[in-house]
Structure formats: C-alpha cells, structure tokens
Nanobody
Framework: VQLVESGGGSVQAGGSLRLSCTAS???????MGWYRQAPGNECELVAT???????YYTNSVKGRFTISQDNGKNAAYLQLDSLKPEDTAVYYC??????????????????????WGQGTQVTVS
C-alpha cells in the first residue's frame, strides 16, 4: 500500500491550498484522513472521510477545511481555505486507521497505525 500526497506550498494568511492524496495497493475502499504536525507540537488528526462519505473535522479547522474523496480513484483531497499562520505544518495523508483511537500522536507518521504518506509542507505567513 502506498499513499502519495501533493499540493502543499506557501501562501499568505487568508489564502487557500488543495492537498491531494492518491492511494495504491488497496484491494478495498478505505476510510482516509489527514493529520498534521507543526514544529514543537504533537501530531493531530485534522479531518477524516469514511467510505460512506461521513466526515470529521477537528474544531480548529471546522468551516475552513473540506475533505472529499474519489473512491473510483482511491483518492482523497483536503481543501484548505482561510488559512492562518497556525495552520503551518507538515500534512500527512493516512488510511485504514481506527480514527477514534488515533486522534493524536507524539510524532507523525506513526506506522503502528494504518498507512501513511510521506507528508507535504504547508506554510502560511
């Protein structure tokens, strides 16, 4: 199984970015999610989307970030709008995780849980 992220970059506060994650090697549709880790902070679960399209967002991004998926392409997307400097972090795509048991880690990625991408940097100034 491989997850590959793209779409990170540098933007000014108030700007937008769209992160993409493409999964390969799955023989089934999987829930997918995004974590992030800023320097000095723990790895936190940002958003998830299940195969039935139900979603979860951590409080700090509600109303600003939108997660979506394309099951036919085994892909997930995270639209980041109204970005703030505190959103600066490395963002990781993840899959096949029991999210309720994995909302926070000391470090991303945590390969004891599910599958992870390599991470993509988002910088907001």
């Amino acid at each position: 199984v491989q997850l590959v992220e793209s779409g990170g970059g540098s933007v000014q506060a108030g700007g937008s970015l769209r992160l993409s994650c493409t999964a390969s090697g799955f023989s089934y549709d999987s829930d997918m999610g995004w974590y992030r880790q800023a320097p000095g902070n723990e790895c936190e679960l940002v958003a998830t989307i299940s195969v039935d399209s139900s979603t979860y967002y951590t409080n700090s991004v509600k109303g600003r970030f939108t997660i979506s998926q394309d099951n036919g392409k085994n892909a997930a997307y995270l639209q980041l709008d109204s970005l703030k400097p505190e959103d600066t972090a490395v963002y990781y795509c993840a899959a096949d995780i029991v999210w309720a048991l994995a909302t926070q880690f000391a470090l991303c990625p945590n390969h004891d849980f599910g599958y992870w991408g390599q991470g993509t940097q988002v910088t907001v100034s």
